[in-house]
Structures are given as structure tokens and as C-alpha cells.
Nanobody
Framework: QVQLVESGGGLVQAGGSLRLSCAAS????????MGWFRQAPGKEREFVAA????????DYADAVKGRFTISRDNAKNTVSLQMNSLKPEDTAVYYC??????????????????WGQGTQVTVSS
């Protein structure tokens, strides 16, 4: 019902920037929140950032606060992640996620209903 496609990943030197985009299609009218998660080799998937579709709430993982910015364009059904001052430890596959309904749980811990295929971000030293 909802398809998510990430783009914008690539190879960048430490200290550089990348902008990831996630395009939602299908039944996007009922999306409540969207988030970004990442998974590095040998590690568990971890929360990066999330935003409610109305922009009222945003949250960031401590590791990316002050460096990453999440934003959304409701008209284009797109959520973006601006990644600045990238570090080698940011290297991971980044996944976009979407949720239909509000939750008692915080954006970083709640369940998400749809997931994209992921886009690789590699930060070299």
C-alpha cells in the first residue's frame, strides 16, 4: 500500500555531506510519521531520525544530533535527511520507514509499518 524508495547515498570523505531522500508512493495520505534508520555491518539496526508528517515532532539519535537534519515535503511525499560533518562511523545502509498511526511510544522506539530497500552511505577516513 505504501512504497518507499531511498536515494542519495554514496561515498564521501569524512567531514563531507550527503543528502538522502525517501520518496513515498501508493496510499500516502494516511502516513503519520517517517523515520530514518541505519544498519552497519555486524550491528543491529539503529534509529537515526524521525519526523511526524505534520512536522510537530522530530527526534534524533544522540550520535547524529547537531549534524543531521530531517525534513519533509508533504506535497511531494518526500522525507529527506541532510547529513553534515560525516564520520566513518556513520557508514551504514540507511533505511526509510513510515508509520500510519500515532503511538504511545516515542518516534525512536515505535513500530513502523513500511520500509524502503535502503541506500548505502560510506564515509572514508
Amino acid at each position: 500500500q505504501v512504497q518507499l524508495v531511498e536515494s542519495g547515498g554514496g561515498l564521501v570523505q569524512a567531514g563531507g555531506s550527503l543528502r538522502l531522500s525517501c520518496a513515498a508512493s501508493g496510499r500516502t495520505f494516511n502516513i503519520y510519521a517517517m523515520g530514518w534508520f541505519r544498519q552497519a555491518p555486524g550491528k543491529e539496526r539503529e534509529f537515526v531520525a524521525a519526523i511526524t508528517w505534520n512536522g510537530a515532532s522530530r527526534d534524533y539519535a544522540d550520535a547524529v544530533k547537531g549534524r543531521f537534519t530531517i525534513s519533509r515535503d508533504n506535497a511531494k511525499n518526500t522525507v529527506s535527511l541532510q547529513m553534515n560533518s560525516l564520520k566513518p562511523e556513520d557508514t551504514a545502509v540507511y533505511y526509510c520507514a513510515a508509520a500510519h498511526k500515532p503511538s504511545i511510544y516515542a518516534l525512536r522506539t515505535r513500530e513502523y509499518d513500511y520500509w524502503g530497500q535502503g541506500t548505502q552511505v560510506t564515509v572514508s577516513s
